[in-house]
């Protein structure tokens, strides 16, 4: 019998040559992966392990002839030889294939590719922007709206995703701010969770079905806190703040499942994040446990040289690998030095070993051993991608993330008849910008204008005048936004239009790629001439609705003072328009509230509802020696948590279950909320708790839960909290959780600034 197992490999080997004997053994499905791993594993080469963390950005047209010449003939090279185990932007069902092809049937292991893409609010039916999404405080629907990315994503050939950001921060001049859920920890862990689970599926074994794909949390770590804002640069931090408001939401994600990790390019602390050893493998691999791998960011191994960190390439490659980075994403410097390194013993081969481990886990975990072009289904792709399913998804998402931010004079909803309504403004009519700056693979000028929108309301007479361009040349992904119009000769025309209005509808705000990645700003007022073209349009009817389109918290006091009604329209991807007119119009009352506070003016930037207290909070002494703006208060324009509804609701009977609490003890909350307006509504009733005294000082407010209520009208409903350790305790400079006896004051409230109060103590 042996001997014919022998004869049978031999002629194998002869059939079908030597690498097509060997790798059969790992294709055993009925082997568990870790072993199919290892069988593998041991086949693979040096320069093959180190394959596998090598990946590519899409480079030519691979269905046409192999490239000739440049990185694109060295990539192509790369991928016959086995020296590529993932690449990103490639996109297409097409497309896949024919990579997939090159690494499955001309390489000697045939390991296939994992094929990442930055599918970060949707692939080409997109959503709202996350920042927006975060507003909806709506949990099943932002895993909905993972859940509709990833099944389009999958569709075009991609199974990885580098989503989900959970860069918590608290600076508006930061672009990518509007990539993450704002500035609170609690509420951006829930977020991450969801998203995790919308994108993977509830379970590990999800992660096989053809319509999820694996999640990357990004960026490890710190990024949101960029000094003044400014992209890619450092960040400094006490070891609390990293502790306790940025690496919660990272955990959480561990803790749903994620499969990939992406660091990040900023250093903290003085050390990279891609060298990072503390963060990836004392904190991520090592405290977390975290099985899956760590993606680099673009080029950010190489970056360590521009740094200061790393003296060249082979030291860059041996900081970045002995730190934890499993794949190098573009700095070409992996596939160049590490087999090197090795042989000279510079870096273990064990760490090899680990890094090729994990990357493998994923692969096989997705399904790719067993059929490498499971997501390259035609027929699927053509089903799914812009399916009418996927269109009222985002729809519903895009409604959920509208805040309503001042209605006064009844000005909102508008009347359905009998109206004469001026809709001014460039972005009213802009097709292209509510798809944000994140959006790859969607069709440029496909979202629904608020224009196109507001058409369908046939029974009022609607008129539109667009004022004022934003910009003065066309903007691009890849290209610097220039916004310096000055070109004000549109402005009578929106005037007699408003003049002849009962209702002026204004949208203002920021062109698509004004936010988003190297997209930082200095200057958060409404950008060119929209302030002129709002007071010009103030002066000949004051009955205007602004509603706001961007990426990140502006500052608009004047605005704020004067303007009637305000609605926070975000970038709401592609039924921006219908979400906004049917808020508008009332027939989706809204409910979102902000998940980052909106500053007066730049100059109070940072600024964020769970700061410390300074010694000096309140002028108690009537002197100017307390902390203070002189030039301003020092609160917000719009608090964390803040955000209208149509309706009215009002919070009584606040209670605590008793006022004294053993450690380990359940504190239940609850509080009775009546919906006493005029219409049916949903509110997110918020909790806040604020630990009194303890031995490192705590935020004067913290989140600790939320809950969605949908109130009809004249209803009554008791909303419950629970609240243990988890929510009570803290981290020490240390990473020590600690859970200290004191008082607690609680609030439970309709944003982060008013609420019902009261305390208790714990022992
Ligand atoms: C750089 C960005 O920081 C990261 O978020 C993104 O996923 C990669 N580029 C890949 O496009």
Redesign the pocket.
């Known amino acids: 019998m042996k001997k014919q197992i022998r004869k049978y490999a031999f002629l194998l080997l002869i059939v079908f040559g030597n690498g097509y004997a060997q790798t059969k053994k790992h294709m055993d499905t009925k082997k568990p992966i870790e072993e199919r791993i290892s069988l593998l594993i041991k086949e693979m080469t040096l320069e093959e392990k180190v394959g596998q963390m090598n990946q590519y ?1 899409g480079f030519w047209d691979v269905t046409g002839p192999a490239p000739k010449g440049g990185s694109a003939e060295l990539k192509y090279e790369h991928l016959r030889k086995g020296w590529v185990g993932s690449m ?2 490639v996109r297409g069902v097409k497309e896949v294939r024919a990579v997939q092809k090159i690494a499955v049937e001309e390489t000697r292991l045939r390991i296939p590719l994992i094929i ?3 599918v ?1 609010h949707g692939y080409k039916t997109l959503s709202p922007i996350p920042l927006a999404e975060a507003a909806s405080w709506d949990l099943e629907a932002i895993k909905k709206s993972a859940a509709i990315a990833a099944d389009e994503a999958s569709a075009s050939g991609i199974n990885w995703t ?2 989900p ?1 959970v860069d918590i921060t608290n600076d508006a001049r930061w672009g ?1 701010v509007m ?1 993450g859920a704002g500035e609170d920890p609690y509420l951006g862990s829930k977020i991450g969770y969801a998203r995790i689970k919308g994108f993977q599926g509830e379970t590990m074994a999800d992660l096989a079905k053809v319509n999820t794909i694996a999640a ?1 949390t ?2 490890f770590a710190a ?1 949101g806190y960029v000094e003044a804002g400014l992209e890619y640069n450092s960040v400094d931090m006490s070891n609390s703040k990293l502790y306790n408001s940025v690496l919660p939401p990272f955990e959480a994600t561990v803790q749903a499942g994620v499969r990939t990790f ?1 660091n ?2 900023n250093t903290l602390n003085g050390i990279p994040a891609t060298g990072n050893a503390f963060l990836q493998r004392d904190i991520l691999k090592g405290k977390w446990k975290f099985d899956g791998f760590v993606v680099s ?2 080029a ?1 191994i190489r970056e360590m040289i521009a740094h200061g960190y790393a003296k060249d390439e082979a030291d860059a490659t041996a900081k970045a690998v002995i730190a934890g980075s499993d794949m190098d ?2 700095s070409y410097l992996y596939v160049a030095k590490l087999v090197t390194l090795v042989k000279e013993g510079k870096v273990k081969e064990a760490l090899i070993d680990d890094a090729v481990r994990r990357i493998l886990r994923v692969k096989f975990e997705l399904g790719l051993f067993d059929d490498p072009y499971r997501y390259c289904d035609e027929k699927r792709e053509k089903e799914v991608v812009g399916s009418k399913a996927n269109n009222d998804g985002v729809l519903d998402m895009a409604k959920k993330s509208i805040v309503l931010l001042k209605n006064e004079k009844n000005l909102l909803p508008l009347k359905k008849s009998g109206q004469k309504i001026a809709l001014i403004g460039a972005l009213a009519n802009d097709k292209n910008s509510p798809l944000g700056s994140w959006r ?1 693979a969607a069709d440029d000028n496909t979202a629904v204008s608020v224009l196109e929108a507001m058409q369908q309301y046939k029974d009022n007479q609607l008129t539109f005048e667009k004022g004022a361009d934003l910009l003065s040349q066309k903007a691009t992904f890849l290209t610097e936004t220039i916004f310096n119009t000055t070109d004000k000769s549109g402005f009578e025309a929106a005037k007699t239009a408003a003049k002849n209005a009962d209702v002026v509808v204004m949208v203002l705000g920021e062109y698509g790629f004004q936010s988003g ?1 190297a997209r930082s700003r200095t200057d958060l007022n409404l950008p060119g001439i929209q302030q002129e073209l709002l007071e010009e349009i103030y002066k000949v009817n004051p009955n205007i609705v602004l509603v706001l389109n961007n990426g990140r918290p502006l500052t608009i006091p004047w605005a704020a003072q004067n303007i009637p009604a305000i609605v926070e329209g975000w970038q709401l991807g592609t039924q921006a328009g219908n979400a906004i007119a049917q808020v508008l119009y009332g027939d989706y009352n809204p409910s979102g509230k902000l998940p980052i506070s909106f500053p007066r003016n730049v100059g109070q930037v940072p600024i964020y509802y769970n700061k410390y207290s300074t010694g000096r909070p309140i002028d108690s002494d009537k002197n100017v020696f307390w902390s203070h703006y002189m030039d301003v208060e020092k609160t917000p324009q719009f608090p964390f948590g803040f955000g209208l509804s149509y309706t009215k609701f009002d919070y009584k009977n606040l209670k605590i279950n008793k006022t004294t609490f053993a450690k380990r003890e359940k504190i239940e909350v609850s509080v009775d909320v009546t919906n006493s307006g005029n219409y049916d509504g949903k509110e997110v009733v918020q909790l806040y708790i604020h630990d009194e005294f303890a031995s490192i000082v705590r935020p004067i407010k913290e989140l600790k839960g939320f809950e969605l209520v949908n109130l009809k009208k004249g209803e009554t409903k008791t909303v419950h909290f629970t609240l243990t350790e988890r929510e009570l305790g803290f981290y020490d400079n240390n990473g020590n959780y600690l859970v200290e006896p004191g008082v607690f004051n609680i609030m439970v409230g309709w944003n982060s600034n008013e609420g019902l109060t009261s305390k208790f103590e714990l022992k």
């Open positions: 950005n990103l932007t990442g893409f930055d970060i580098f989503a950001n990518r990539e990357c990004k960026h990024y992406m990040s390019f960011d673009y950010s994403m573009e790859i990645e």
